[in-house]
């Protein structure tokens, strides 16, 4: 492949909704470790990308074989906006997520619904924290892709690990909602149903007045005098390692 071919390769799989542009060797261990398929993998030392994996996560060596491409760094600067430090880039097949099926899941764990989430590594990192904890998925609701590259690296490529997808509209289900809403019941004070859907909204918005509508439950996280709000994934944190799950 050709050095243009290439770099317009990996420029258009960045807006390919069926692929997942993976940048940095961190995201592509994660998505490796929960089942990604590599279709392509470029680096700038296939001896580094090698020793990096022997060291970091020789349990995921096998899945770059037939995949890596040697590249210089000139063409490898071209691939993305900010050439990953750890000298490799990859595109993998983004796997199809059911809706239904992540709402219907039977399992007590909770849906995180992010409403109109302006920034991609703060949803990045909440998908992070959403893996971390066990949460049956992430829905997001407006025009940022939780797919997008940036998101990607904010959550270390744990979208592979949950099914993690973006709707235009809650649809009706048999999960109660609870919205994470300043003027809620304090965290601490209240609990949380089994398989509830835990809504918080936008960075500087906050929760719709169409999302509290349809709330069963408002939750608020208690904050000193003068703070007036956290970041999107401390808040995604805060809520789903309170202890007040499923009680």
Known sequence: MSHQTLVEHFRGARSDPSLALL????????????????????????????????????????????????????????????????????????PAVSLSEMLNNPAPAPVVLLER???????????????????????TIGTQDPWHPAALIGGAGLQFALPVTRTNALPDCARPLVV???????LGECSIPERAILAFGAERAG???????????????????????????????VVLYSGKLGQ
């Open 180 to 186: 994470i809403d300043p003027g809620g019941e304090p």
């Open 23 to 94: 940048e940095g060797f961190h995201p592509i261990k994660h998505a490796l470790r929960f089942g990604a398929e590599l279709l392509e993998v470029v680096c700038l030392s296939a001896a580094e990308l090698a020793s990096l994996t022997a060291n970091h996560a020789p349990d995921i060596a096998g899945g770059f074989e037939g995949h890596v491409t040697e590249v210089t760094t000139e063409v490898f600067e071209e691939l993305a906006p900010l050439a990953p430090p750890t000298g490799v880039i990859a595109i993998a097949r983004r």
């Open 117 to 139: 989430p302006r920034n991609l590594g703060n949803i990045g990192a909440a998908v992070r924290v959403a893996a971390a904890a066990g949460a049956a998925g992430v829905l």
């Open 207 to 237: 929760i719709s007045g169409q999302l509290m509508a349809l709330a069963e439950r408002r939750v608020s996280i208690p904050m000193s005098a003068g703070v007036s709000s956290l970041n999107l994934a401390t808040a995604v944190a």
